[in-house]
């Protein structure tokens, strides 16, 4: 088809009649777009009218077509029709006059006689006419006849509008199927047509709807941007405002409170339920007003002096550590002593590691190993508290204290050395070997006495290459309770200088077993307890630095 895809349908003003095959629309379509007759040029006028030019300079305004039907409903002009009905003759174009309105019977002509009144004073339309057949009552006073026109057709003579139907080119059929007729290109003539899919014509209307809806779309999008913006700022501001809220809470609750014996007892239910005890003291479970729970530690009686204590409460309350009990309260009452901790619900870990003969062990290697390092960094992180200032030294000591079998000879007895941060090695050392035996290292109901003390076992049997902790199940385990063991070995050397600080400790635990070196045999000591002491007594008094007596 020539040109097919630019013959879109126009038209000359928006809801004007559109305009496409046969008709075609001068300036705005090509003329390949339309048949080829000059009947079926359409042009717009300068008020966008849609205008029909009929033979001999005839010009109509077309209201409608009704390409289905292949009827063209014209309107005269506001220019003076009858002038132009003098030169209409339709019978050069294939359009037939067709009045079904008026006149179903169509084709009924009428004799029209034209009168000029412009004596009467219509300049713009001076002539009336008068239908042989309808005497309308038409005032022709100061009118004279001007000219007989015989064989009008009716539905031209008076009414407003009237339909033309074209008999060529046939494309009823089409448009019923929802096609359209265009030329076919082959040249012929006359002119032959085809069926082809109307193109859609691009609407102004429809485009704009579309930059609408796109429109609106992004301003919804920006607008729910923008609200989740706020939405996200707002939480983020309440977040902020929980977390200093929260922050302060913590702070002041970090305070230490003080509370006298009454408030001891209401705390614990008049001591009711007892978590536990140890070489300072019992600890019993209690609740405070807030609902939070707390182990609150009785100490044994009390002989030093207030200060002494109140001085000790304000230098654990500057201790914050992940794996240290957070001391919450104190009780200074007459003669009692009271210190409340944080509560730790899952229990003490003698439950864990001292399971009765035939338990198996709740605890794997691997978690032995992180609460190994998780108490190593606990200590280490006091002994940095306790270092950092001498004058601030959280704790001084005025009588051996602690749990046998983890105390320090040094702590038993001065003639070891001075009670220092090494004395804590020590007792670290023993709940390593502890942890990897499974019992008590002084265990007395252990039948077999030369296996009664598992740290010396262990040392002699390190060497053997044999497995030294129990319930071992693969290799990376057997690595765990080896390097378990040689650290506990170190920590427990008999004279403190020999120990490794808590910080070298974590680095041996943090490292691999085939990095360490084998320590010296602590128990070697014990037996000449005299000569090696005074072999070791120097470096230890120069080397650490002494707890205050
Ligand atoms: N903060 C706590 N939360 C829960 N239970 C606790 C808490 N503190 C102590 N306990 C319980 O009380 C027991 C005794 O604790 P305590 O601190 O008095 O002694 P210890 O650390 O076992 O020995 P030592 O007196 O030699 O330091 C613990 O074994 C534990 O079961």
Redo the contacts with the bound molecule.
């Keep these: 088809a020539v040109g097919s895809e630019i013959c879109k349908v126009a038209e000359c003003k928006r809801h004007g009649p559109p305009v496409r095959f046969p008709f075609w629309l001068q300036h705005r379509q090509s003329n390949h777009c339309g048949y080829p007759d000059s009947s079926f040029q359409l042009s717009c006028s300068e008020n966008k009218q849609t205008l029909f030019h009929l033979p001999r300079s005839v010009k109509m305004v077309v209201q409608s077509i009704y390409y289905q039907k292949q009827e063209i409903l014209l309107s005269h002009p506001d220019t003076c029709h009858y002038i132009q009905l003098l030169s209409l003759n339709l019978s050069a174009s294939p359009f037939l006059f067709l009045d079904d309105i008026y006149t179903p019977d169509s084709g009924e002509m009428e004799n029209l006689t034209l009168f000029n009144c412009s004596s009467v004073g219509d300049h713009a339309c001076p002539i009336t006419a008068r239908a042989s057949n309808y005497k309308y009552n038409v005032n022709l006073i100061n009118c004279s006849k001007w000219v007989d026109i015989p064989g009008v057709p009716f539905g031209l003579a008076f009414p407003d509008s009237f339909n033309l139907r074209w008999s060529k080119p046939m494309c009823i059929e089409c448009e019923a199927q929802r096609g359209s007729c265009r030329l076919k290109n082959n040249g012929s003539t006359p002119s032959q047509t085809e069926c082809y899919d109307i193109p859609k014509p691009k609407s102004k209307r429809s485009s704009k709807a579309a930059a609408g809806v796109i429109l609106a779309s992004f301003l919804l999008v920006l607008i729910v941007i923008g609200l989740y913006y706020v939405y996200q700022r707002q939480k983020k501001k309440k977040e902020n405002q929980v977390k200093i809220e929260k922050f302060l809470q913590d702070y002041r609750s970090l305070k230490p409170s003080r509370y006298s014996f009454a408030d001891i007892k209401r705390i614990t239910n008049d001591l009711k339920d007892k978590?536990?005890?140890?070489?300072?003291?019992?600890?019993f479970?209690g609740r405070l007003s807030n609902d939070v729970l707390v182990?609150v530690?009785i100490l044994n009686v009390f002989k030093g002096n207030g200060e002494e204590f109140v001085n000790e409460v304000g230098s654990m309350s500057r201790i914050h550590h992940v794996n240290v009990?957070r001391l919450v309260g104190f009780c200074a009452d007459g003669y009692n002593r009271a210190l409340v901790?944080?509560?730790?619900?899952n229990?003490?870990l003698?439950k864990f590691i001292f399971a009765a003969k035939g338990d198996t062990h709740v605890l794997g290697w691997d978690k032995l190993q992180e609460i190994a390092l998780g108490i190593a960094k606990g200590i280490e992180y006091l002994h940095q508290a306790k270092l950092c200032s001498k004058e601030q030294s959280a704790v001084s000591m005025t009588a051996a204290?602690?749990?046998m079998g983890?105390i320090a000879p040094e702590v038993l007895s001065r003639n070891f050395g001075n009670v220092s941060y090494k004395s804590d090695v020590y007792s670290f050392g023993m709940l390593l070997l502890e942890m990897v035996g499974g019992r008590k290292n002084i265990d007395v109901t252990v039948e077999n006495m030369s296996q009664v003390y598992f740290p010396e076992w262990a040392y002699n049997h390190l060497d053997n290459g044999e497995e030294i902790g129990l319930r071992i199940e693969n290799e990376s385990h057997s690595e765990i309770a080896r390097k378990l063991t040689i650290v506990g070995l170190w920590c427990i050397q008999w004279y403190p200088v020999d120990r490794p600080s808590m910080k070298v400790v974590i680095q041996m635990l943090e490292g691999k077993a085939d990095s360490l070196t084998k320590p010296p045999n602590p128990f070697a000591s014990a037996d000449h307890m005299t000569m090696s002491a005074s072999k070791y007594k120097k470096p230890i008094d120069i080397e650490l630095a002494v707890i205050a007596e």
Excluded: D, F
């Design positions: 978590l536990g005890q140890g070489g300072y003291g019992t600890v479970k182990a530690k009990a901790y944080e509560y730790l619900p229990e003490s003698e204290r602690g749990t983890y």
